[in-house]
T-cell receptor
Framework: NAGVTQTPKFQVLKTGQSMTLQCAQDMNHNSMYWYRQDPGMGLRLIYYSASEGTTDKGEVPNGYNVSRLNKREFSLRLESAAPSQTSVYFC??????????????FGPGTRLTVT | GQQVMQIPQYQHVQEGEDFTTYCNSSTTLSNIQWYKQRPGGHPVFLIQLVKSGEVKKQKRLTFQFGEAKKNSSLHITATQTTDVGTYFCAGLTPSGAGSYQLTFGKGTKLSVIP
């Protein structure tokens, strides 16, 4: 099992360019998440998908869009990149049940720089 | 909205000293999870606490969940250089319609001086 995979690992964009971050999981999890991590700010939720076919905004959704392509894949799109979007982006997945969410499994991250 | 405060933000200890990080929530939590992130790595799940007053141990790590389910702590006994990293707590609360929200604290970055 590869767990959670993310591509690319590194990316440099110019202001105004667009790109899509890809994420896939092979653990048959229902829920998937996109976080950004900035120094001193911890992990902030951008968007999540509780199950295939649904997506919801998290804490910091502005400037981003997501697509839950199927149960395995959840992509994050930056339509017009801004320097404020320079960050490390993590995708995660988890199972869920009547008792709540189980532990989240994180991908290796994408380090994005917008100049 | 839901807030999870974690202190301290940074902690430098001499190898062999103990370390504790504290997590406080503004609301009652369904459960709390703890994660560790090594430098340059990704967060890795350590443990989940569900019951009021619960205490769990993993070797030198002791995790506690408060009686009111609004606070938690992670204590490391006799730190080693392998303990270096950032420790995050994450509180789970219901967000309606059978779904849940997991809110991360900002983390405590632990440095261990050999």
């Amino acid at each position: 099992n590869a767990g959670v995979t993310q591509t690319p690992k590194f990316q440099v964009l110019k202001t105004g360019q667009s790109m899509t971050l890809q994420c896939a999981q092979d653990m048959n999890h229902n829920s998937m998440y996109w976080y950004r991590q900035d120094p001193g700010m911890g992990l902030r939720l951008i968007y999540y998908s509780a199950s295939e076919g649904t997506t919801d905004k998290g804490e910091v959704p502005n400037g981003y869009n997501v697509s839950r392509l199927n149960k395995r894949e959840f992509s994050l799109r930056l339509e017009s990149a801004a320097p404020s979007q320079t960050s490390v982006y993590f995708c995660a997945s988890s199972e869920s049940g009547t008792g709540g969410l189980y532990e989240q499994y994180f991908g290796p991250g994408t380090r994005l720089t917008v100049t | 909205g839901q807030q999870v405060m974690q202190i301290p933000q940074y902690q430098h200890v001499q190898e062999g000293e103990d370390f504790t990080t504290y997590c406080n929530s503004s609301t009652t939590l369904s459960n709390i999870q703890w994660y560790k992130q090594r430098p340059g790595g990704h967060p890795v799940f350590l443990i989940q606490l569900v019951k009021s007053g619960e205490v769990k141990k993993q070797k030198r790590l002791t995790f506690q969940f408060g009686e009111a389910k609004k606070n938690s702590s992670l204590h490391i006994t006799a730190t080693q250089t392998t303990d270096v990293g950032t420790y995050f707590c994450a509180g789970l609360t219901p967000s309606g319609a059978g779904s849940y929200q997991l809110t991360f604290g900002k983390g405590t970055k632990l440095s261990v001086i050999p």
